[in-house]
Protein backbone atom coordinates (compact mmCIF):
# COMPACT_ATOMS: atom_id res chain seq x y z
CA UNK A 1 0.00 0.00 0.00
CA UNK A 2 1.32 3.57 -0.97
CA UNK A 3 0.34 6.45 0.43
CA UNK A 4 -2.18 7.27 -2.35
CA UNK A 5 -4.07 3.68 -2.15
CA UNK A 6 -3.14 -0.01 -2.78
CA UNK A 7 -1.91 -0.65 -6.26
CA UNK A 8 -3.73 -3.75 -7.97
CA UNK A 9 -3.31 -5.48 -11.62
CA UNK A 10 -6.34 -6.63 -13.11
CA UNK A 11 -6.05 -8.66 -16.52
CA UNK A 12 -9.57 -9.86 -16.62
CA UNK A 13 -13.85 -8.76 -16.51
CA UNK A 14 -12.40 -5.87 -13.78
CA UNK A 15 -10.87 -4.09 -17.18
CA UNK A 16 -12.74 -0.93 -18.55
CA UNK A 17 -15.55 -1.84 -20.72
CA UNK A 18 -15.63 -5.70 -19.28
CA UNK A 19 -18.60 -6.74 -16.75
CA UNK A 20 -17.04 -6.38 -13.40
CA UNK A 21 -15.46 -3.23 -13.57
CA UNK A 22 -18.31 -1.55 -11.65
CA UNK A 23 -16.96 -3.24 -8.62
CA UNK A 24 -14.02 -1.10 -8.26
CA UNK A 25 -14.91 1.73 -10.31
CA UNK A 26 -15.73 4.09 -7.52
CA UNK A 27 -12.47 3.05 -5.83
CA UNK A 28 -10.35 3.39 -8.46
CA UNK A 29 -7.48 6.64 -7.59
CA UNK A 30 -5.50 6.36 -10.97
CA UNK A 31 -5.15 3.44 -13.50
CA UNK A 32 -1.71 2.97 -15.88
CA UNK A 33 -1.36 0.73 -18.54
CA UNK A 34 0.83 -2.46 -17.72
CA UNK A 35 2.21 -6.52 -18.14
CA UNK A 36 3.29 -8.42 -16.04
CA UNK A 37 5.17 -12.24 -16.41
CA UNK A 38 2.55 -15.16 -16.76
CA UNK A 39 0.36 -17.39 -19.01
CA UNK A 40 -3.25 -15.97 -19.05
CA UNK A 41 -5.99 -19.03 -19.12
CA UNK A 42 -9.45 -19.05 -20.21
CA UNK A 43 -11.63 -20.58 -17.93
CA UNK A 44 -15.00 -19.69 -19.09
CA UNK A 45 -16.84 -16.05 -18.49
CA UNK A 46 -13.03 -15.19 -17.05
CA UNK A 47 -9.59 -15.45 -16.78
CA UNK A 48 -7.03 -16.58 -14.74
CA UNK A 49 -2.96 -15.65 -14.53
CA UNK A 50 -0.69 -18.89 -13.62
CA UNK A 51 2.81 -17.63 -13.22
CA UNK A 52 4.54 -21.21 -13.80
CA UNK A 53 7.43 -19.04 -15.03
CA UNK A 54 5.92 -18.39 -18.25
CA UNK A 55 7.86 -15.68 -20.42
CA UNK A 56 4.47 -14.32 -22.10
CA UNK A 57 3.32 -11.29 -20.81
CA UNK A 58 -0.45 -10.91 -19.58
CA UNK A 59 -1.81 -7.00 -20.46
CA UNK A 60 -3.80 -5.41 -18.36
CA UNK A 61 -3.99 -2.37 -16.14
CA UNK A 62 -2.80 -1.17 -12.45
CA UNK A 63 -5.61 0.51 -10.42
CA UNK A 64 -4.75 2.32 -7.56
CA UNK A 65 -7.77 1.33 -5.21
CA UNK A 66 -8.46 2.33 -1.22
CA UNK A 67 -9.26 -0.27 1.30
CA UNK A 68 -12.73 -1.21 -0.16
CA UNK A 69 -11.95 -1.59 -3.33
CA UNK A 70 -9.19 -4.04 -2.38
CA UNK A 71 -12.19 -5.70 -0.48
CA UNK A 72 -14.59 -6.02 -3.18
CA UNK A 73 -11.84 -7.76 -5.57
CA UNK A 74 -10.91 -9.99 -2.86
CA UNK A 75 -14.66 -10.51 -2.62
CA UNK A 76 -15.16 -11.65 -6.39
CA UNK A 77 -12.14 -13.16 -6.34
CA UNK A 78 -12.94 -15.61 -3.67
CA UNK A 79 -10.04 -14.62 -1.79
CA UNK A 80 -9.98 -14.39 2.07
CA UNK A 81 -6.41 -14.56 3.41
CA UNK A 82 -3.30 -15.97 3.68
CA UNK A 83 -3.87 -19.94 4.58
CA UNK A 84 -7.33 -19.61 4.34
CA UNK A 85 -9.22 -21.63 0.99
CA UNK A 86 -9.33 -19.48 -1.48
CA UNK A 87 -10.05 -19.70 -5.26
CA UNK A 88 -7.81 -17.39 -6.26
CA UNK A 89 -4.34 -16.28 -4.59
CA UNK A 90 -2.87 -12.90 -4.44
CA UNK A 91 0.58 -11.85 -4.35
CA UNK A 92 2.99 -9.29 -5.15
CA UNK A 93 4.25 -8.85 -8.48
CA UNK A 94 6.57 -6.62 -10.31
CA UNK A 95 5.10 -5.14 -14.34
CA UNK A 96 7.14 -6.70 -16.50
CA UNK A 97 8.40 -3.74 -18.43
CA UNK A 98 8.40 -0.79 -16.21
CA UNK A 99 9.62 -2.55 -12.86
CA UNK A 100 9.63 0.11 -10.72
CA UNK A 101 5.61 -0.31 -10.41
CA UNK A 102 4.38 -3.10 -8.33
CA UNK A 103 1.44 -4.24 -6.71
CA UNK A 104 -0.92 -7.25 -6.08
CA UNK A 105 -2.45 -9.71 -8.62
CA UNK A 106 -4.46 -12.71 -8.26
CA UNK A 107 -3.38 -15.75 -9.73
CA UNK A 108 -3.92 -19.35 -10.04
CA UNK A 109 -0.90 -21.82 -8.72
CA UNK A 110 -1.49 -24.01 -11.63
CA UNK A 111 -4.14 -23.87 -15.03
CA UNK A 112 -6.41 -26.23 -13.44
CA UNK A 113 -6.81 -27.69 -17.01
CA UNK A 114 -7.61 -24.53 -18.66
CA UNK A 115 -6.48 -23.64 -22.07
CA UNK A 116 -3.78 -20.83 -22.67
CA UNK A 117 -4.84 -17.83 -24.19
CA UNK A 118 -2.21 -17.07 -26.58
CA UNK A 119 -2.13 -13.22 -26.85
CA UNK A 120 -2.32 -12.58 -23.04
CA UNK A 121 -5.12 -9.96 -23.48
CA UNK A 122 -8.68 -10.81 -22.35
CA UNK A 123 -10.83 -8.39 -24.12
CA UNK A 124 -9.64 -8.83 -27.51
CA UNK A 125 -9.71 -12.95 -26.69
CA UNK A 126 -13.20 -13.07 -25.38
CA UNK A 127 -14.44 -10.68 -27.67
CA UNK A 128 -12.88 -12.96 -30.20
CA UNK A 129 -14.36 -16.02 -28.73
CA UNK A 130 -17.90 -14.24 -28.47
CA UNK A 131 -18.09 -14.15 -31.99
CA UNK A 132 -16.90 -17.28 -33.40
CA UNK A 133 -19.68 -18.55 -30.70
CA UNK A 134 -22.07 -16.78 -32.52
Known amino acids: MT ?13 PGQPNRHIIKDHIKEAEIGAIAGRLVDCGHYPAVVRDGSKTLV ?15 DELEE ?38 IGSGYWPEYNKDKKEKQS
Open 79 to 116: YYGMEENNDYCRVWVRDAVRTHIGGWVYIWEDDRGCPT
Open 59 to 73: KGQWVTVDRLGLAAM
Open 3 to 15: GNGIKVFVYGTLL
